[in-house]
């Protein structure tokens, strides 16, 4: 290192109290940032495994029953808690009205498929607060950590400037302190920029999930109406 060279950890390391809790609560941000951002991405990659061993299910089984009977064991996912709540729902209406088909018909046709739509309302629900685990501790990173950097920012440059009021004092001088207090922006920065960019992928990625349950619950409507048909 040549003489003069700033030396970013030893500026940390000789840091005021002020920027050094800053940087350890910007540090802290990240890590926590990052663990939230890799269990994001580790969920999101089993529920697209998950629906794509449902859906083989679903499309190579003869009734509806034979679908809930074979994706029993199956783990959690967005097509398969659909399926689950709105079966369970169609087996109770069944349970109460037995296999009285004029029941059945008049049912249908003053009520619709509602009672199902609710029923898959509680998949959607449970999806939902899975997907949207977290994501607001994200935000509030990628949102804050900018602010609690700028502020250690000031907090060292106001010091820096106060050894220039006390006269005497050189570039050279208070050239560690400005670079202290940069650093201190630079490090909130790092922390608030891969908050920001997966917090807006995962709300990206959840819609996509969110379109591609309302396009099977659709389909999963119009399968139950061409059954209750027969």
């Known amino acids: 290192m040549t003489t003069g060279e700033l030396d970013i950890i030893q500026i940390m390391l000789e840091a005021s109290l002020v920027v050094k809790t800053v940087l350890v609560s910007l ?39 034979d679908v809930m009977e074979s994706c029993h064991n199956l783990p959690m996912s967005p097509y398969k808690s659909l399926f689950t709540h709105g079966y369970i729902e169609l087996s109770k209406l069944k349970d109460v009205l037995g296999d009285d088909k004029e029941k059945l018909e008049k049912h249908f046709t003053q009520y619709g498929l509602q009672f199902l739509e609710r029923g898959m309302k509680k ?45 005497g004092a050189t ?24 908050a920001v960019w997966f917090y807006n992928k995962f709300n990206n990625d959840n819609s996509q999930i969110q379109s591609e349950m309302e396009s099977f619950g659709q389909e999963f409507l119009n399968v139950v109406e061409r059954s209750l048909a027969k």
């Open 27 to 65: 540090v802290l941000a990240s890590i926590v940032s990052w663990a939230i951002i890799l269990k994001k991405k580790k969920l999101i990659k089993e529920l697209e495994a998950n629906s794509k061993d449902f859906l083989d299910i679903y499309k190579n089984s003869t009734s509806l029953k």
């Open 123 to 167: 998949g959607v629900h449970e999806i939902n607060v899975e997907l949207e685990k977290f994501l607001s501790t994200l935000a509030s990173i990628g949102s804050v950590t900018p602010f609690v950097g700028l502020f250690g920012t000031v907090w060292g440059i106001i010091g820096s400037f106060t050894g220039l009021a006390g006269g």
């Open 171 to 194: 570039l050279d001088a208070v050239a560690p302190g400005i670079a202290e207090a940069l650093v201190a922006t630079a490090v909130g920065l790092v922390a608030a920029i891969p």
